[in-house]
């Protein structure tokens, strides 16, 4: 999973457009939607001790896994419940409280190419656009260092010099099989790193 930047003089729409054409003329199809959503709770002020900041949990959602539910902490564990997930922290609210104005999600087209699955999304945060996410996968190979040379030259032929590097999530498993909370985890990095693009003051601006 990674981060496309938006092309120059072009809006995000127009970049996710250009990329689209890309895959089609490569000969992708298209293999109906996708979606990624993310919501974060920080601990309650009456948990943490007292000058301490609290801990952020990430509750996420994946069209992939209709039925499972993922809450990561950042640099911490990835937990895999069903569904009902979300109303448990309804009642968990007097330890984990929703920053509601965080919500941000990916949602765009699935595309399969070949043995590839490509799913080109528009981050969204509110009803603004914030960002582009490029997701690829080899469906026949579970070993991800097996197969990276091969995902990375797929990627340089739609990406071109934004194809990424070996994901961080991917550097300690050396033979361990890949699992769907391996996917959630690169896309709370790409979420907190497109939520921060947006924290940057402009300078020169007031």
């Not at 109303?87 to 330890?95: D, E, I, R, Y």
């Amino acid at each position: 999973v990674s981060q496309v930047p938006v092309a120059e003089g072009k809006s995000v729409q127009q970049t996710v457009e250009l990329l689209a054409r890309r895959l089609e003329a490569l000969g992708a199809d298209k293999q109906g939607t996708f979606g990624v959503d993310c919501e974060t709770y920080h601990t309650a002020a009456t948990l943490g001790t007292q000058g301490q900041t609290g801990k952020l949990m990430y509750v996420m959602h994946n069209s992939e896994y209709p039925l499972s539910c993922f809450a990561l902490f950042e640099n911490g564990p990835c937990l895999v419940a069903d569904a009902n997930f979300d109303t448990l922290m309804v009642k968990l609210k007097g330890f984990f409280q929703n920053a509601k104005a965080n919500k941000i999600e990916s949602r765009g087209t699935r595309y399969q190419y070949c043995d590839f699955l490509v799913k080109l999304g528009t981050v969204t945060m509110g009803p603004s656009a914030r960002g582009i996410s490029v997701e690829v996968e080899y469906c026949p190979c579970v070993i991800p260092t097996d197969c990276w040379n091969l995902l990375l030259e797929f990627m340089q032929s739609f990406m071109g010099s934004h194809a990424p590097g070996l994901p961080s999530v991917l550097g300690s498993k050396h033979d361990s099989p890949y699992s769907p909370g391996d996917t959630m985890v690169q896309y709370m990095e790409l979420f907190n790193k497109i939520r921060k693009q947006q924290q940057v003051p402009v300078a020169g601006i007031r």
